[in-house]
């Protein structure tokens, strides 16, 4: 049996990255091949040879007992990372294990990613010192022998993680520990290696932020403070005091305070007036109209008494120290099992996030959206689904300024207390497609409960609630924001308009995308307008349709993301469509298989528009006789006409033509034939 004895020599070379891992999917790199310079990044213990020969670093030891460990000074991503290598023996037994060190606290809580010269390869960790594998020695014929590279790859994508030599998948192992921030070498003696580049590239969002600052004492209070949010002109600060001597409830009532900003600093908090503030839960949701206009959480009735904790009402300044009476904001099919909701508009008012209890949802509170109607009621809710929300509760969600970041606070996923704080990206404008929520780390998210993110009115900086101090009281907190947090880059903006060909005026349509297998629907904007929120560079196919027209597909890289056009024909009697992706092999009127989806979306025209009646034209290559030709054109439109008829379509609403050949010119090649062997139709009736 192969095996390698972890009681002799022990060294591990760590790479200390002090670089600061705030990145999207890939898009950071830290490390690169070697050079003199940056061998310094490098600490290494226990070793014989360690230095940079030829842009390769070389490592070897033959002594016992030396081991060595260094840590990086900020946190990674633990959920989604890649980590790659180049490295060979170049000398020492051939039985003798290297490779990769990764997620490692210190030497004794650490996991391996080991290959062999002799072609066989492992897994395994420490933990408290205590050795163990999770997938013992195994033989793999994609390991290259002594004095050869060999190419080590780790990824971590969520709960799972694939291991890779020379770019082939030989282990996938899920809920692999993670025990902190060190990655590097590790060599088994006696042995030499050399490495020519260490890389390791983040996944997903990091977010790295100054310390944050507890408000002073002029907010600050011996009672919680929750639900921070900064007025439309940036002039005011409000929040919701609970327990507080002075509200007018009981000694649980949660009432709204306000303090003026004079600067870097605030005014002494005032208690807002009476009847907004009652018995129940009072808290501002948001401001408009340079601060004249608030909406706050609560129902109320006609005379301005508050009535119960949910809901959403609107009051309007009258003078300084006097509002109006609440008026009651409608949300269709509004209820909540909860004693209250969170909430937050968009920027233009014309969406509404809320965090309600309602039944068919995930766990307790989930995230729902509503849209304005044109008669200032909202949607019923949508639940924003299960990226978003999770079998616990999650709340308090903030709409960013620039109305595609969402952040909100959540006990079911993984953080570092027991409610966290995260943020997820707006994907599309149907606003029920998001990006998987990231955690904003521990300078924001403590051991304890963190919520109300909020952001600022000039979205420089943000507030959020915590009670991580020893007395376990709520306290508002300020914090300035990393330059990824204050708004998504354009550069991820997909953006198109759907109009008709021939006037290009705007067409309203549906639309159908999709990144590799996933697909999503939305509908476009009554201009015809919509646009996307693209994740990882991926590319991009689009599918626009309407009815009374041909429908228009394009696929997109990520370097053409623009503002786009989908010109749509209108199905008017004598328009020309071809089927653009429908091909044949030579001299065959049997379809590729490849062709079904165009096929299938004729088919699915025909039963969006059950009046049209098209004539099938079919055409081939003359390289034979006319009859030849003639009769290889006929059958292909046959061959398309039964297709629709197989799938549902009545034969008489088709006609078919054959329209012969095209003259074969010297020179062509089979790619430009192939638009001759071709099938398109004209519209007879609609």
Same mark, same amino acid.
């Given at each position: 049996m192969?095996?390698i !004895?972890?009681?002799? &020599?022990?060294?591990?070379?760590?790479?200390c990255?002090?670089?600061?891992?705030?990145?999207? &999917?890939?898009?950071?790199?830290?490390?690169?091949?070697?050079t003199?310079?940056?061998? $310094?990044?490098f600490? =290494?213990?226990?070793?014989e040879?360690h230095?940079?020969?030829?842009?390769?670093?070389?490592?070897?030891?033959?002594?016992?007992?030396?081991?060595?460990?260094?840590?990086?000074?900020? @946190?990674l991503?633990?959920?989604?990372?890649k980590?790659?290598?180049?490295?060979?023996?170049?000398s020492? %037994?051939?039985?003798?294990?290297?490779?990769?060190?990764?997620?490692?606290?210190?030497?004794?809580?650490?996991?391996?990613?080991?290959?062999?010269?002799?072609?066989?390869?492992?897994?395994?960790?420490?933990?408290?010192?205590?050795?163990?594998?999770v997938?013992k020695?195994?033989?793999?014929e994609?390991?290259? @022998?002594?004095?050869?590279?060999?190419y080590?790859? &780790?990824?971590?994508?969520?709960?799972?993680?694939?291991?890779?030599?020379?770019?082939?998948?030989?282990c996938?192992?899920?809920?692999?520990?993670?025990?902190?921030?060190?990655?590097?070498?590790?060599?088994?003696?006696? $042995?030499?290696?050399?490495?020519?580049?260490?890389?390791?590239?983040?996944?997903?969002?990091?977010?790295v932020?100054?310390t944050?600052?507890?408000?002073?004492?002029?907010?600050?209070?011996?009672?919680?403070?929750?639900?921070?949010?900064?007025?439309?002109?940036?002039?005011?600060?409000?929040?919701?005091?609970?327990?507080?001597?002075?509200?007018?409830?009981?000694?649980?009532?949660?009432?709204?305070?306000f =303090?003026?900003?004079l600067?870097?600093f605030?005014?002494?908090?005032?208690?807002?007036?009476?009847?907004?503030?009652?018995?129940?839960?009072n =808290?501002?949701?948001?401001?408009?109209?340079?601060?004249?206009?608030?909406?706050? #959480?609560?129902?109320?009735?006609?005379?301005?008494?508050?009535?119960?904790?949910?809901?959403?009402?609107?009051?309007?300044?009258?003078?300084?120290?006097?509002?109006?009476?609440?008026?009651?904001v409608?949300?269709?099919d509004?209820?909540?099992?909860?004693?209250?909701?969170?909430?937050?508009?968009?920027?233009?008012?014309?969406?509404?996030?809320?965090?309600?209890?309602r039944?068919?949802?995930f766990?307790?509170?989930?995230?729902y959206?509503?849209?304005?109607?044109?008669?200032?009621?909202?949607?019923?809710?949508?639940?924003?689904?299960?990226?978003?929300?999770?079998?616990?509760?999650d709340?308090?969600?903030?709409?960013?300024?620039?109305?595609?970041?969402?952040?909100?606070?959540? !006990?079911?996923?993984?953080?570092?207390?027991n409610?966290?704080?995260?943020?997820?990206?707006?994907?599309?404008?149907?606003?029920?497609?998001?990006?998987?929520?990231?955690?904003?780390?521990? %300078?924001?998210?403590?051991?304890?409960w963190?919520?109300?993110?909020?952001?600022? =009115?000039?979205?420089?900086?943000a507030?959020?609630?915590?009670?991580?101090?020893?007395?376990? &009281?709520?306290?508002?907190y300020k914090?300035?924001?990393? @330059?990824?947090?204050?708004?998504?880059?354009?550069?991820?903006?997909?953006?198109?308009?759907?109009?008709?060909?021939?006037?290009?005026?705007?067409?309203?349509a549906?639309?159908?995308?999709?990144?590799?297998?996933?697909?999503?629907?939305?509908?476009?904007c009554?201009?015809?307008?919509?646009?996307?929120?693209? #994740?990882?560079?991926?590319?991009?196919?689009?599918?626009?349709?309407?009815?009374?027209?041909?429908?228009?597909?394009m696929?997109?890289s990520?370097?053409k993301?623009?503002?786009?056009?989908?010109?749509?024909?209108?199905?008017?009697?004598g328009?020309?469509?071809?089927?653009?992706?429908?091909?044949?092999?030579?001299?065959?009127?049997?379809?590729?298989?490849?062709?079904?989806?165009?096929?299938?979306?004729?088919? %699915?025209?025909?039963?969006?528009?059950?009046?049209l009646k098209?004539?099938?034209?079919? !055409?081939?290559?003359?390289?034979?006789?006319?009859?030849?030709?003639?009769?290889?054109?006929?059958?292909?439109? %046959?061959?398309?006409?039964?297709?629709?008829?197989?799938?549902g379509?009545?034969?008489?609403?088709?006609?078919?033509?054959?329209?012969?050949?095209?003259?074969?010119?010297?020179?062509?090649?089979?790619?430009?034939?192939?638009k !001759?062997?071709?099938?398109?139709?004209?519209?007879?009736?609609?």
């Amino acid at each position: 049996m192969y095996q390698i !004895y972890f009681c002799k &020599i022990l060294i591990i070379i760590f790479i200390c990255f002090f670089q600061t891992l705030n990145a999207q &999917i890939f898009d950071k790199k830290y490390g690169n091949f070697f050079t003199s310079e940056n061998a $310094v990044d490098f600490v =290494a213990s226990g070793l014989e040879r360690h230095s940079i020969v030829n842009n390769r670093l070389y490592m070897g030891v033959s002594s016992d007992h030396t081991y060595g460990l260094s840590t990086i000074s900020k @946190p990674l991503n633990s959920e989604c990372f890649k980590i790659s290598t180049v490295v060979r023996q170049e000398s020492g %037994e051939s039985t003798s294990g290297y490779g990769i060190l990764f997620s490692g606290k210190n030497i004794s809580n650490s996991n391996l990613f080991l290959i062999s010269s002799s072609k066989y390869f492992c897994v395994a960790n420490y933990e408290k010192a205590d050795f163990k594998f999770v997938k013992k020695w195994v033989y793999s014929e994609y390991i290259l @022998p002594k004095g050869q590279d060999n190419y080590l790859e &780790i990824i971590k994508k969520e709960n799972t993680t694939e291991f890779l030599i020379n770019g082939h998948i030989v282990c996938t192992i899920d809920d692999l520990k993670y025990y902190g921030d060190c990655f590097g070498y590790y060599l088994k003696h006696p $042995v030499e290696i050399s490495s020519e580049r260490f890389m390791l590239e983040t996944m997903g969002m990091n977010f790295v932020f100054a310390t944050p600052k507890k408000l002073l004492s002029s907010v600050s209070s011996d009672a919680s403070e929750i639900a921070p949010i900064e007025s439309d002109d940036g002039k005011t600060l409000y929040f919701s005091r609970i327990s507080h001597k002075d509200n007018c409830g009981d000694e649980d009532d949660c009432d709204i305070w306000f =303090a003026n900003k004079l600067g870097n600093f605030f005014s002494s908090t005032k208690h807002f007036v009476v009847p907004i503030n009652n018995q129940y839960i009072n =808290a501002v949701i948001k401001t408009a109209n340079n601060n004249s206009t608030v909406y706050i #959480e609560g129902s109320y009735d006609n005379n301005g008494m508050g009535i119960n904790s949910n809901g959403i009402s609107k009051i309007t300044k009258l003078s300084d120290g006097y509002w109006s009476k609440p008026k009651s904001v409608k949300i269709h099919d509004f209820y909540n099992y909860n004693e209250h909701g969170t909430f937050s508009f968009s920027s233009d008012f014309k969406v509404l996030i809320s965090a309600l209890e309602r039944k068919n949802g995930f766990g307790k509170l989930d995230l729902y959206v509503s849209f304005l109607n044109p008669d200032g009621s909202y949607s019923a809710p949508k639940n924003l689904g299960k990226i978003i929300n999770t079998e616990l509760d999650d709340g308090t969600p903030f709409i960013a300024g620039d109305d595609k970041m969402l952040f909100f606070s959540s !006990y079911g996923h993984d953080g570092y207390g027991n409610s966290d704080i995260f943020v997820t990206r707006r994907l599309d404008n149907s606003w029920l497609r998001w990006s998987k929520p990231e955690n904003l780390g521990p %300078e924001v998210n403590s051991q304890n409960w963190d919520a109300y993110f909020s952001v600022s =009115a000039d979205g420089s900086s943000a507030y959020f609630v915590s009670n991580c101090n020893y007395d376990m &009281i709520e306290n508002i907190y300020k914090i300035d924001l990393p @330059p990824n947090l204050h708004s998504v880059s354009d550069e991820s903006l997909f953006e198109a308009q759907v109009v008709n060909e021939y006037t290009k005026q705007p067409v309203k349509a549906e639309i159908r995308y999709s990144f590799g297998t996933d697909v999503y629907n939305l509908a476009t904007c009554n201009d015809g307008t919509f646009s996307l929120y693209i #994740e990882n560079h991926q590319p991009i196919k689009v599918y626009a349709k309407a009815k009374g027209y041909w429908p228009c597909v394009m696929t997109f890289s990520y370097s053409k993301y623009k503002k786009v056009r989908f010109e749509l024909t209108p199905l008017k009697r004598g328009a020309v469509i071809s089927l653009k992706n429908i091909e044949f092999k030579p001299q065959s009127y049997i379809v590729d298989p490849k062709s079904c989806d165009e096929l299938d979306r004729l088919c %699915e025209v025909m039963v969006e528009n059950p009046t049209l009646k098209i004539l099938i034209k079919g !055409y081939a290559v003359s390289t034979g006789g006319v009859s030849q030709v003639q009769e290889l054109s006929e059958c292909r439109a %046959e061959n398309v006409k039964n297709y629709l008829i197989d799938h549902g379509i009545s034969a008489s609403r088709i006609q078919c033509k054959g329209c012969g050949g095209f003259p074969v010119r010297d020179g062509l090649t089979q790619q430009a034939l192939q638009k !001759y062997r071709r099938v398109e139709f004209t519209v007879l009736d609609y």
